[in-house]
């Protein structure tokens, strides 16, 4: 059984900074995407920001130049540095991690909540 456990989240004040980690634990192999999406009340799931095996990584435009994406391989982690945070920011972080073993896997994280205070 795969789990992945968040944390990180909290209520932080504009122009202030967070940072984000999904560590994924269980029976997972051969990783190859691991992501961030959010979702506001009454909005859709958004992807915030991914990163594959090799490193590239690809961001939202919302969030360029303030967030950050990285993963630690051997821990199976991925991290999201949050800075410069803006009230619409303010959403519920899910972490996405996908591969392949002996078939394609696709899990996400409980959750956590990011609030940003004006």
């Known amino acids: 059984q795969v789990q992945l456990v968040e944390s990180g989240g909290g209520l932080v004040q504009a122009g202030g900074s967070l940072r984000l980690s999904c560590a994924a634990s269980?029976?997972?192999?051969?990783?190859?995407?691991m992501g961030w999406y959010r979702q506001a009340p009454g909005k859709q799931r958004e992807l915030v920001a991914a990163i594959i095996s090799s490193g590239n990584a690809n961001y939202a435009d919302s969030v360029k130049g303030r967030f950050t994406i990285s993963r630690d391989n051997a821990k199976n982690t991925v991290y999201l540095q949050m800075n410069s945070l803006k009230p619409e920011d303010t959403a519920v972080y899910y972490c996405?991690?996908?591969?392949?073993?002996?078939?394609?896997?696709?899990?996400w994280g409980q959750g956590t909540q990011v609030t940003v205070s004006s």
């Open positions: 996405n991690v996908q591969g392949r073993s002996t078939y394609a896997y696709d899990y």
């Open positions: 269980g029976s997972i192999f051969n990783i190859n995407a």
